[in-house]
């Protein structure tokens, strides 16, 4: 008995130390498998860029566009910005669709209503007209929603102003103009879009968010291919690389070459551009019939205003869009209320007012016009061979002895730009983050035009993310003066339309405005600067404009004292 004992002993304790050996080996497995995890992980971290695993066929008119996910906040935000845009319905379109039934600039007028002077208008009063949208058969429309601009201009005194436009949901609109110059006014009312050609662009977003694309270029050794790129890929069985911004979210992706891997990524570049159009519908888009066309008045065009009656206030803007935000005179852009406009006419005066500052300019060609504006003005200012693409940059000009220097960098994609090193694909709100700021410092933004076709979340999202850095920099510099461009408009073509239409530029004009309302940041108002210009409307505005919208910002930089 005893020896069974002990037998039973020596067995229990021989067991107890295989228990403890396995226990200890399950440990050691589960430590190596969490310490490998946190490799892949860091991994992950360090680099970037990682193929996605290709999503399953769904059916094409399924959503193939989703974003990053929001907080309650950022959601009601963007949920009260889509709202604050939101475009009156047009009747569904026949099909076939009939031009006859749609807005004809031809038929449609105007006519000036007499107001409380009886006819008698005043420096300071304000000029209403009545506008009445008819079609080609000559009758009167009974929906809104066309896209309509309004303009009051004296050529001679180069003087002009742009009007606030009402849509009265009925087929009519309402303009009202501030008056302020002495002496004729002449009223312009241009038809942009009828109706119909809105509610084609909507559809085109809503359907076709990929219809403009990029390509990138991999290349590893003598091997290279080109794949698509865009932020929204249809799905495929080709897996995806996700070039998706680590700090910012901003989404990005390429379909994977076949033979390289996501890493070897070298340059970004325009695809092209899918019409998508059915024939039918370009009746909507053509040139002198209904995309931006004068409407006629009935009756008289022009009144003749006398000098202000004593006593009445001047004519101020007490926010962007309660009236104009300023006007032409003499072929100078004056504010109506806020920081006042002066003429920097000569280098001496650019340079006075830029001495010991750093200017860091961010956005599209419309911003990089400003570098080339301000480089051609300051003969002291020399920029650097930084072996930029042209049109792509960055550039970087300084002035040693006025310690100025002026930089620009374009924004992230979506970008339409010919070819962008991969390298200098930079977000706004990344490089606002670089910066150390202070009351040396100005920053300009500018950046609608490439956002167009895409959905309006993406545009939304991307603003929240630059105005989230702009606070940051605010905080921590708060001397910093920051800028922003908003949006112009241009000449139209059908593939400007498609890509860029007016339309589709207010929307964004809009959103703009509301992201950065409420900041400490400036504004110039590149929409009505070009609206209430005399000059034909252009993607790129004329050097006058420029001109002036550059006199904007150096008030803003070097304001005029008591102004």
């Not at 436009?165 to 002496?183: I, K, Q, R, T």
Request: net charge positive; with cysteine; hydrophobic share 40%.
């Amino acid at each position: 008995m005893k020896v069974r004992a002990c037998i039973r002993k020596v067995v229990s304790m021989r067991l107890t130390k295989y228990r403890i050996i396995v226990i200890f080996f399950i440990v050691l497995s589960q430590a190596v498998f969490g310490f490998i995890f946190v490799l892949r992980k860091m991994d992950f971290l360090e680099h970037k860029v990682k193929p996605t695993i290709p999503a399953p066929d769904r059916d094409i008119n399924q959503v193939f566009c989703t974003f990053q996910s929001l907080s309650k906040e950022k959601s009601l935000e963007e949920r009260l910005l889509l709202d604050s845009i939101a475009w009156p319905e047009t009747p569904v379109l026949l099909d076939p669709l009939s031009l006859e039934q749609t807005s004809d600039p031809a038929h449609s007028k105007f006519i000036i209503l007499p107001g409380r002077g009886g006819g008698r208008w005043h420096v300071g009063d304000q000029l209403e007209i009545m506008i009445k949208m008819y079609d080609f058969q000559g009758r009167p429309k009974k929906s809104g929603g066309d896209v309509v601009l309004t303009q009051l201009h004296n050529l001679k005194l180069g003087a002009g102003v742009a009007g606030q436009v009402v849509d009265h949901l009925n087929g009519s609109y309402s303009a009202v103009f501030s008056l302020l110059w002495e002496g004729s006014a002449q009223v312009e009312v241009t038809l942009v879009h009828p109706s119909e050609a809105v509610t084609v662009l909507r559809r085109l977003t809503s359907e076709q968010p990929d219809r403009v694309y990029f390509q990138s270029l991999f290349r590893s050794g003598s091997l290279s291919e080109t794949t698509t790129c865009n932020v929204c890929l249809r799905p495929t069985q080709q897996p995806l690389c996700n070039y998706t911004d680590l700090r910012t979210g901003e989404p990005w992706f390429c379909y994977k070459p076949k033979n390289l891997n996501c890493d070897a990524r070298i340059s970004h570049s325009m695809g092209g551009f899918n019409q998508n159009l059915k024939a039918e519908e370009e009746k909507l888009f053509q040139s002198g019939v209904n995309m931006k066309v004068s409407i006629q008045a009935s009756g008289p065009a022009n009144v003749t205003v006398l000098p202000k009656k004593k006593g009445k206030p001047e004519v101020k803007s007490s926010s962007v869009k309660s009236g104009p935000s300023g006007y032409y005179y003499q072929g100078a852009w004056r504010a109506l209320g806020g920081t006042m406009v002066n003429q920097f006419n000569t280098s001496s005066a650019i340079n006075q007012c830029l001495k010991g500052k750093k200017v860091h300019l961010y956005g599209d060609s419309t911003i990089r016009q400003w570098f080339e504006h301000l480089n051609a003005a300051l003969p002291d200012l020399k920029e650097f061979n930084l072996h930029s693409p042209k049109q792509v940059g960055p550039f970087m000009a300084l002035d040693y002895a006025n310690n100025i220097l002026v930089t620009y960098r374009c924004h992230g994609p979506p970008l339409r730009f010919g070819n962008v090193p991969a390298t200098e694909l930079r977000y706004i709100a990344n490089e606002l983050d670089g910066l150390t700021g202070g009351s040396n410092t100005v920053v300009v933004i500018g950046i609608w035009s490439h956002f167009s076709t895409f959905p309006m979340e993406l545009y939304i999202q991307r603003l929240q993310s630059i105005r989230r850095a702009v606070v940051r920099l605010l905080v921590r510099a708060p001397g910093t003066l920051v800028v922003i461009r908003t949006a112009n408009l241009k000449a139209l073509t059908l593939y400007e339309t498609l890509t860029n239409s007016d339309w589709y530029s207010l929307q964004r004009d809009k959103v703009l405005r509301a992201v950065f309302k409420g900041l400490n940041v400036h504004l110039v108002d590149a929409w009505e600067m070009s609206l209430a210009h005399h000059l034909p409307h252009s993607l790129h505005p004329q050097p006058p404009i420029i001109k002036n919208m550059i006199d904007v910002l150096l008030s803003y930089i070097c304001p005029q004292k008591g102004g």
